[in-house]
């Protein structure tokens, strides 16, 4: 009889450190996953679209497209993918301003925008036709659009070439956002401007 109780004071004892141990692992669970998503948004997270996506988002609810061209070559792209695009007010500005889209200005497939089907037949070497007419045929790579509305119901593509460092991007981000370059020269904008990027 008293072994029994010796029994059943264990499984009891034991209930008991499995219920507290469940307990712990959750918490550390919950712990790490906090700190998983707080590290994420410190380093900053595109939410990158196709632009066909884009195109439907604009249209729901309008927002200026962000569109990132380069190409698999480009070392100065993948730069601006590790420095800039990282960067956690970038990707805030990005994520709430606009509707980011990253192109691949070589890429094979068709692509349906504004009505149009865009393909890449090689008359411009490597580059998507696409390509071509966003960048106005000035194929340099990086280089970053702002594809917007205008008053008027047409559509007006601002490409702007080269390496953009987090500094930068905040100041041409912000001065396309809120469409400023309707109402401010760049150059008084951008010496105006007071940035969040240290």
């Not at 507290?20 to 996953?33: D, Q």
């Not at 998983?36 to 200026?64: D, F, H, N, S």
Request: aromatic letters at 14%; one cysteine or more.
């Amino acid at each position: 009889m008293n072994d029994k109780c010796k029994i059943s004071n264990n499984l009891f004892t034991l209930q008991k450190m499995f219920e507290l141990m469940k307990k712990k692992i959750f918490v550390i669970t919950v712990i790490t996953m906090l700190f998983c998503i707080t590290l994420t948004a410190q380093t900053g997270k595109v939410k990158w679209y196709t632009i066909q996506e884009a195109e439907q988002l604009m249209k729901t609810t309008p927002r200026p497209i962000f569109i990132d061209a380069y190409t698999d070559w480009c070392g100065w792209c993948k730069v601006m993918d590790q420095e800039t695009f990282t960067n956690a007010v970038i990707a805030d500005i990005l994520n709430t301003k606009f509707y980011p889209v990253k192109f691949d200005a070589e890429g094979k497939e068709d692509i349906d925008f504004l009505g149009q089907t865009f393909i890449n037949d090689g008359r411009v070497g490597k580059t998507h036709q696409l390509a071509v007419a966003l960048l106005q045929g000035q194929l340099a790579y990086p280089t970053v659009v702002f594809f917007y509305s205008q008053p008027n119901g047409q559509y007006a593509a601002a490409p702007i070439p080269g390496y953009k460092p987090p500094k930068d991007m905040e100041v041409l981000l912000n001065f396309f956002a809120d469409k400023n370059f309707e109402t401010q020269k760049w150059e008084d904008f951008q010496r105006n401007f007071k940035g969040k990027v240290k």
